[in-house]
């Protein structure tokens, strides 16, 4: 897979666990990936619908102090399935990006993901950061010898 479709999908299961148990839940995230796991069959939607709603029950039942941990638990299982899903239809990361947009616009700020991928190569450096700053200053080589 391309680091493309892989952040895609990074962020699709994060998307995914953090909306469960919030109010875009039950009308657009839930059914959104039932149509997508279940990709038109009724024993897939079926399927994938019983572990979307263990998924919300597990994220409900915690203490709100520990959905956040409880939601990072979820998330590489839910980025299993995603890849196997993509694996076996290339053409369902359209929808899945469609889906995470929508999802990421309608959720709370506090909610919302934030994914940043950064490559250095060939000697390169590279410096990331969200919702902050970075100051870098490079000392110039010593001509000392």
């Not at 939607?45 to 959905?67: G, M, S, Y």
């Not at 616009?105 to 994914?115: D, F, G, M």
């Amino acid at each position: 897979m391309t680091p493309d479709i892989q952040a895609v999908l990074a962020v699709g299961a994060t998307t995914l666990v953090t909306a469960a148990a919030t109010d875009v839940w039950n009308g657009l995230a839930r059914p959104g990936f039932i149509r997508l796991f279940g990709r038109g069959r009724a024993d897939q939607e079926a399927k994938a619908a019983r572990r979307l709603d263990a998924l919300a029950a597990t994220v409900e039942q915690a203490p709100a102090d520990k959905q956040v941990e409880v939601r990072a638990q979820q998330q590489p299982q839910w980025l299993t399935r995603l890849q196997d899903l993509v694996e076996d239809d290339p053409t369902v990361i359209d929808d899945l990006r469609a889906l995470v947009t929508e999802l990421t616009a309608r959720l709370p700020a506090e909610q919302k993901v934030q994914i940043q991928n950064i490559v250095a190569r060939d000697h390169g450096v590279a410096f990331g950061v969200q919702n902050g700053n970075i100051i870098y200053h490079e000392a110039s080589p010593s001509t000392e010898a």
